[in-house]
């Protein structure tokens, strides 16, 4: 019967054609919202590997993480921009934990997250994420967590104010925007942790380093941050 799955698969991918979130190219048989070039293509920093690498970089002398790392860089045009930009702005909500799984893939082996206890995702406000449906954060840490194995969370680091768009603002009108803006519920909970927080990109830092700064002041915390890229400045 796997033929006549197959031959109805072909069918309605005539009908209604799947293409790649990354490239817009129509999808084989076998593949799932990102195509296999897009896949082998896009570029990875490789900085789970890398320590002092750039992105920690960004954070030295701001907040105190353990380490940083991101799957691939956010360049204009680029294939994990695109997919991104689909996930949070198309609502192709799918596209988070098939991201999430892929980065947590090729974690997995490394010893960047081998004594993470928790993930928690950058929070959106109450009244944006209703507006937009879903936060792209959590979806991304919830296949992080399917292919890792570390328990996610989303309850526990929150937004206590919405703040306007970092887009088009300077590095430090991006701190003064994010600044005290996050909060964290029942911190002795963390108490002891190492935690990775973990975004859809990082850019200038500041949504991450008020989140961090928030999460260590529970008592003998440790944290790290994850995106999945990094925009360097």
């Known amino acids: 019967m796997k033929w006549f799955y197959d031959l109805l698969d072909d069918f309605l991918s005539l009908l209604f054609p799947r293409v790649c979130y990354g490239c817009g190219n129509h999808l084989l048989r076998n593949e799932y ?22 992105l920690e970089k960004v954070f030295w002398g ?47 082996s490394s010893d960047f997250i081998k004594d993470i206890d928790l993930i928690l995702p950058v929070p959106l406000h109450p009244s944006k994420r209703r507006a937009r449906g879903f936060n792209q954060s959590e979806l991304i840490a919830e296949g992080l967590s399917q292919a890792t194995g570390i328990r996610y969370d989303k309850s526990i680091l929150l937004r206590k104010s919405a703040s306007a768009t970092q887009t088009k603002r300077t590095r430090y009108e991006r701190w003064l925007n994010v600044e005290g803006i996050f909060s964290v519920d029942k911190p002795q909970e963390l108490a002891g942790m190492h935690v990775l927080i973990i975004d859809d990109v990082i850019t200038t830092g500041s949504t991450m380093e008020s989140c961090v700064n928030e999460v260590l002041k529970a008592e003998g915390v440790k944290v790290s941050v994850a995106a999945l890229a990094f925009a360097p400045a």
């Open 33 to 54: 919202l990102i195509c296999t070039e897009c896949f082998v293509e896009i570029p990875r920093t490789g900085y789970h590997d890398l320590r002092d690498n750039p």
């Open 62 to 108: 701001r907040c105190r993480i353990d380490s940083a790392a991101a799957f691939s860089f956010y360049n204009k045009g680029s294939r994990i921009r695109n997919l991104i930009h689909n996930l949070k702005y198309k609502g192709i909500q799918e596209l988070g934990p098939e991201l999430g799984r892929i980065y947590g893939s090729t974690l997995i």
